[in-house]
């Protein structure tokens, strides 16, 4: 298996997949119904967009989908196994396992440096240290950034650190990566040589990716768009 391969999913079928997902707060004694109803497919290698604007529910859904927190209401099925009902450490063995995470911050460890950032996820999930080094280290360098291993996060621009962040989430091959606004925080030329980048790196390994971004000229360079309205998919 060479670096960028992906991780195998479990059985046939897709990565992802929701049924009657719902997700409700209680606001100023009123109920509000977040999602109501959302039934999603994300095929093993697929890229999807996630449209809507901001308050859909976007975030809400990738919450929901990354066993981030609880309080909802269907299923989640990830990698071919039922996900929603898991206790707390299966939950964390699903995400570590399968899943990588990009935000819009960036959200890196400050007193580590580039490649540091991208080793840990890896040690966390069982890799030797000298494998989790080569691992980094390709993926830094894939995205330009062969040159910035050592600086830490203070010492970089806001691509670049998206950059690392990118690299850390596909650190471990994940059968699925989920991506909130992963550009919003940069300005359009960046946006466009950073999104290009994650998403080459994504098809190069395999993993699938579900991307919500309220930007359409970006979403149309993935693979298939769905768009959440009202609290169900379109």
Known sequence: MNSFEGRAVDGA??????????????QGGETIEVLRGVDLDVQPGEIVALLGPSGSGKS??????????????GSIRIAGKEAAQLDSPGRTAVRRDHLG?????????PDFNALENVVLPQMIHGALRADADKRAEELLTALGLGHRLTHRPSQLSGGEQQRVAVARALANRPSLVLADEPTGNLD???????????????RTQ?????IATHNERLAARMDRVVRLHEGHLE
């Open 206 to 210: 395999g993993s699938a990716a579900l």
């Open 13 to 26: 079928g897709p990565v992802l997949q929701t049924r009657g997902l719902k997700r409700s707060f209680s």
């Open 60 to 73: 809400t859904l990738l919450q929901a989908v990354g066993l981030l927190e609880g309080g909802f209401q």
């Open 188 to 202: 359009e030329l960046t946006s466009d040589k950073v999104l290009a980048e994650f998403l080459g790196l994504v």
């Open 101 to 109: 995470f990009v935000y819009q911050f960036h959200h890196l460890l």
